[in-house]
């Protein structure tokens, strides 16, 4: 499989990042969703369940009051206290005076023509209650299914339709008694309660979205079941608001994440990282006297090690110039240079090694730090310092650091000279040791260009200056031979070698000796 291009895989790493933040998003947006439906139906429970509890209270505190007080009659002294029990009540819809099994009285119709006969209850309750369920009455013209509950001389009457009415979700439910093996369906839902938690307390499942709870001092418990879908259609819009809000936060996130890499992939910030790293090495190329053809010398060149990706010096000098570490890079070079040099005993005492210097670092006086780095106290080598022609360079200031690394045994050498700024004052000013003549103007010798046809008006300028001249960029013998005829002394370029490790300059320079 063919290997996808940087900037196909940066693309690719935010797409993922985006897609990753979206389902995340959906995920986290669905769960808080499902803790809200599973908060509506806890709420559901207990309001259903705190109904049943305050009902069965009201049963039990109506009877027991109404026994208390009982004349054994269906008096007028009875109907007064029936009435004003029914009137406190909350749930109670009718009260019934009994006497020997048979229903002689009620608050809704007075003294009953006709006797109803009480029968068997469905269960007897653990407070003592006798319970009917599912009776159907009739009160005047409204009919219901009621729960009946019988104690001492009276029942109370409940209309099981005040459940319906309770606010919420579209649930289904039932209320149990659950004292016997079998539960009996005290209302709701026949057969919905499932008896799976009994006791343990309040329990909900999520997957089938049923709840149970018990009143185990009065066994009772109650089923719920909610209603999945009538939530969802519920969400729906809601749910749709945060696919859409995902889908955008996930689009933004990609976008931040590209224009992450991408910085993070740029070369200042490459460059700043190398630096950091300390991810610079050297290669040299090697320096040669053009008359003998033998290796003197030796330019160390910088190269970027942070990546597969190469950084080309031209990418990263500019870089390192404009992050103003210029100074910092140098030193780093240099140590890292003449360490590993110094470490090849092949290579002569004062072979020439070139180092490339900042015009700025010069004018700043940084270079009064060389002299005290260890590596270049204790060379054995002869260091040239290379600068390119620049306007930073014509200040006094400039001129005192330059005459100063003179006197201190240091080589200068103008480099790229013939390049962008030039003047003639400056090689002057300069007293510079070498002019390395720029690559340019050995590229077209053999085909006699303008500029190669300067060449000889340069190796005399330097011979009158004192100067040694260096060619740059020979890559054949033709312009080897020219420029040697010229006067040129020194030359680097392709046809003597292109910049090498310090091991391959090394085999060169002995295998250059034996020959
Ligand atoms: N086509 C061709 N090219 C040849 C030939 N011979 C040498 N070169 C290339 O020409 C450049 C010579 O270095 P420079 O003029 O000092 O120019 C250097 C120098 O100005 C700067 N540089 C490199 N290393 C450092 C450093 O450590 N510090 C500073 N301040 N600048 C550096 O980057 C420039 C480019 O460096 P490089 O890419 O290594 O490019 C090198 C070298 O590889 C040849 O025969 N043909």
Known sequence: ?????????????????????????????????????????????????????????????????????TTGRCDEQTMIAMRRELFLAEHIKDIGFVDNGQVICTTGVGKLDRHVEVGTPDYIGMDGLSVFVDVPLTLF?????????????????????VFDLLPGMVND???????????????????????????????????????????PEYQYCLGIQSDFQSWLDHYRTLYLVFVILWFFIGVLVAFAVQKLIARTQSIESKVRRALRQRAFHNLYQPILDLKSGAMVGCEALARCHLSNEPLYPDQFIPE????????????????????????ETALPDGFRVNFNLFPADIAAAYT???????????????????????????????????????????????????TGYSNLNQIRDFQADYLKIDR???????????????????????????????????????????????GVQYGQGYYFGKPMSAEALVRLYSQQARN
């Open 141 to 161: 013209e409204y009919q219901y299914s009621a729960l009946i509950a019988f104690s001492g001389d009276f029942d109370a009457v409940f209309d099981l339709a």
């Open 1 to 69: 499989m063919a290997a996808l291009s940087p900037v196909k895989l940066s693309r690719l790493a935010s797409a993922s990042v985006g897609l990753v933040v979206f389902l995340l998003g959906i995920t986290l947006s669905t769960v808080l969703l499902l803790l809200d439906y599973r908060k509506a139906h806890e709420e559901q429970a207990r309001i259903f369940f705190t109904e049943v509890e305050s009902v069965v209270e009201e049963f039990r505190l109506v009877l027991s009051t109404l026994n208390a007080q």
């Open 173 to 215: 439910w039932e209320v149990v008694y659950t004292r016997d093996e079998a539960p009996v369906s005290v209302a709701g839902e026949k057969g919905l309660y499932r008896g799976q938690f009994a006791e343990s307390g309040y329990r909900f499942s999520l997957t089938s979205q049923y709840s149970e709870t018990c009143l």
């Open 440 to 486: 340019s103007f050995i590229m077209d010798l053999e085909d006699g260009s303008i500029k190669s046809s300067l060449i000889p008006y340069i190796v005399d300028i330097a011979r009158q200056l004192n100067l040694f001249v260096v060619a740059e960029g020979i890559e054949n013998a033709r312009q080897w031979e020219a420029l040697r005829d010229m």
């Open 368 to 418: 009064r730090d060389f002299a005290k780095m260890s590596t270049v106290a204790n060379s054995r080598f002869t260091l040239v310092l290379e600068v390119i022609e620049d306007q930073q360079l014509e200040g006094k200031q400039a001129q005192t650091e330059l005459e100063w690394l003179k006197a201190q045994g240091y080589g200068v050498a103008l480099d790229d000279f013939g």
């Open 320 to 343: 390192v110039a404009r992050s103003g570490q210029t100074w910092r890079f140098t030193k780093l070079m240099i140590q890292q240079g003449l360490t590993e040099l110094s470490a």
